[in-house]
């Protein structure tokens, strides 16, 4: 196994659910988000409701959880003091902060679709138990998901760009941090008003809609570029 | 001489405070060299800087013979005075991690050091004591074979019987291989035997600089010195 | 001042001197005494510097020294030992006296004392 991929194991481990305390918790948190949405669209479907959309629009403010975590995983470094250990290891800076941007990444795909499972689960078993199946298709369930992938990559985006402006700024302007919000803000602004005119809002609506393709590629894309000048950043910058 | 560390001119300072002014110094290879001072002197901002923690406002550094850069963590291990183990690795699974990501990671000694320390291979980071830690955190540092160690405040807040463990593998380390190790202290009692060479730091400079043995001829104990200094 | 035991042997460290004169000159000492055996085998380099706490590099320095002036010898693989010579400490014993004996009376002249007196002096001294 290569050093990099070394690397991104050790980063995914720390955070890992590796208590069985944390494994509990996690049980219980979905068990009730689970009920609560299931009875939720339970009691929708009872009075009418026809179509899934607002579940799933709601879904796209976890995107934002990618702000919180970037910032927890490197600030843990620097808290629980083990960032002397980290950034002495015999490898190229660069190589250490691909990997750990990377495994904060994959930890926040990992929730983002552990939660889109949980939402589709209510909706199925909701309508699973009010008998509403002649009404619904598995089509109407996962109707309009392609704008799960796309957003998930934005999520990711942010997630990779809050991550080093974190790294860049927090050892020197701790309460400053709080307002890197608004480039954020602004950056989301930006490239999201097609997004929410063309595709959320009609989505919210029931309607269809079509991702266009250079927004599929191009996310993912912009994504990795983002990724590998923001590592650049990392390297010319930090200086512990 | 050959030197592992060089200062020249090295200045440094934190929100306008003056930490370091004007540090030209250097240390031999081979050497266990103290650098001693009170909390806040400046020892450990000059530990930084030789493992490439912290870069100079003014001056420059040479460390093994070239400027400090990632390449250098081949040849030093650092351990820093508030380093702490990660809280859900095992002791078994630190010595992986020694394996993993030092290429001179010397998995024999490491066994043998988990012996000579007395620590459970299950312990997980976050259930050990200080002293616990502090002999893990060691053990990874001494099971390199590096030529530079530099260790930030290691005795302070451990235990006895761990700190004469500690000083063992010190002298056994030192004893084996050519390594040259830099210690910073404000504990003079634990080294008093064990250092070949000295500074004090006091307002951002060096005061005094020698070969330990010939600082007793002129002024007495290290620890005597310590209370001129700081007197 | 400081008392540290390497297997036998007691050493007394007072570390405001360098320490390596005080290992040589407790070594000396103690072979004059006729407390450490001939042809014994010193403490490893290792040993000795661990047990002391101190850098084995000023062990290393006190051995030299020893063995600089004949009070024992390296042997190839095997580690330093004492001199079997009983000639040797013989000699360092009447030297470490003299020596003794010659601040002595330097100390004597200064204050005046002539030799009768100091004569009469050490023979009224109870030496146990």
Known sequence: MSTFFKLVRHEMKFPAISTLFVTKLMSLITLVVFLGLTIGIVMGLENGLDNFQYFNQTFNGIMFVAFGMGMGFINKEFQKNTASWWLTLPYPRELLYRAKLLSIMMYYLYVYFYSYLIIKASIIVAITCTGKWSQFSLSNVFHNDVIFFLTSFLGAMLLGTYAICIMLFTKKFKAVSVLLWVPFGLLAGFMMPNLLMEMVMPAANGESISVPIHLLIGSPILTILLYAFGVHLLKKHTNL | MDAA????????????????DNISFSIPKGEVYGIL?????GKSTMLKMMANLCLPDQGGIEVLGQKPSWEL??????????????????????LQYGKNFYPDFQMDRAEELVE????????????????????????????????LMLL?????????????????????SIMERKLTLVITTHEIDEVEGLLNRVSFVKDTKIVVEGEVEELRLKSGSLKELYREVYA | METRVVGSYRFILDFSQPIYEQLVQQFRQMLAKGEIELGSKLPSVRDFAVQMKINPSTVVRAYQELERDGLCEKRRGQGTFITSSADQVAGLRREMAENALESF????????????????????????
Request: net charge neutral; with cysteine; proline share 1%.
């Open chain 2, 116 to 147: 000579f320390f007395k620590l459970d291979r299950r312990l997980l980071g976050k259930e050990m004591s200080k002293g616990q830690e502090a002999r893990l955190q060691f053990l990874l540092c001494f099971s390199r074979d590096v030529e």
């Open chain 2, 5 to 20: 560390i060089r200062f020249h001119g090295v200045g440094k300072s934190f929100k306008k405070k003056r930490v370091l």
């Open chain 2, 37 to 41: 001072g009170e909390n806040g002197a």
């Open chain 2, 73 to 94: 963590y081949q040849k030093i291990a650092y351990l820093s005075d508030r380093a702490k183990w990660y809280s859900d690795y095992t002791v078994e699974e630190a």
């Open chain 3, 105 to 128: 009376v330097e100390v004597l002249k200064i204050l005046g004392v002539t030799q009768e007196e100091a004569q009469k002096m050490i023979a009224g001294v109870e030496w146990k």
């Open chain 2, 152 to 172: 930030d405040e290691p005795f302070s807040g451990i235990d006895l019987i761990t700190r004469e463990k500690m000083i063992e593998l010190i002298i056994e």
